[in-house]
């Protein structure tokens, strides 16, 4: 636990960086002003679709029965807002991994890593293939997820655990295939499995503050890669003594 929240308060520390913010801007604004140009482009469309698939299900013939025909002509646009949030954090995760984490894994490594070899085991083929699987089924336990939407802190505990398997599955690839061999990748990982998902679960709940989630993926790049960088220069040190890695 302890490699976990000085991970994430080192995320906090660099926050501060103007460097760091010049970064943090990037994929903030980026994912804004895609999805901004897709809305206005396409909200009623896809209103419309969605609330007519909505309305003829059984569920919205039983709210009409009960006098809710209101509450169903809505579904349409609710139903689109809860489609965006994952759309919005999955854009937000890419850009942020794609162009602020290699210069956020820079600045890191050079002020608190200077030692630590580079060995370049990660390739763009391999982040391109960790990153479409991770999204992938991200995308597929959201969609078989949404029922339990509906039962109010069930559903946020489901959408945390995914948003936390997604930020340690893209993140960790990238913040260490510079750094980390292949096979250290594979070992560390393995070692570090249920820290890197702790990792992710602590930034899960950031996502449902508004504002703030928007700058949650640098933050997660962040904790991140001071957590992986870290666990590697422990793991050769363990190594170099004949040891087992912590």
Known sequence: M?????AFMRAFRDLGDRRVIAIILLP????????????LWFWQSWVMVLGDAIGSTQWARWLRDWGAQWLVNGMGALALIALMIPALLVTNVVIAEIFALPALVKLVSARDYPM??????????????NACAGITIFLLVFVL????????????????????????RLFRYDALSEHAGAGEY????????????????TLSPLNYVPFVNLFVPVLGALAYTHF???????LREAEARGLDAP
């Open 228 to 234: 992986c960088l870290r666990e590697l220069a422990n």
């Open 2 to 6: 302890k490699p976990v929240i000085t």
């Open 28 to 39: 903030v604004l980026a994912s804004l002003v895609i999805w901004l140009v897709i809305i």
């Open 116 to 129: 630590l070899e580079r060995r370049h085991g990660g390739t763009m083929v391999g982040g391109t293939i």
């Open 186 to 201: 594979d070992a560390l990982v393995k070692r570090t499995r249920g820290r890197l998902f702790l990792l992710g679960l």
């Open 145 to 168: 997820t949404l029922p339990l939407w509906l039962l109010g802190p069930v559903g946020l505990i489901a959408g945390a655990l995914n948003s936390a398997y997604l930020a340690q």
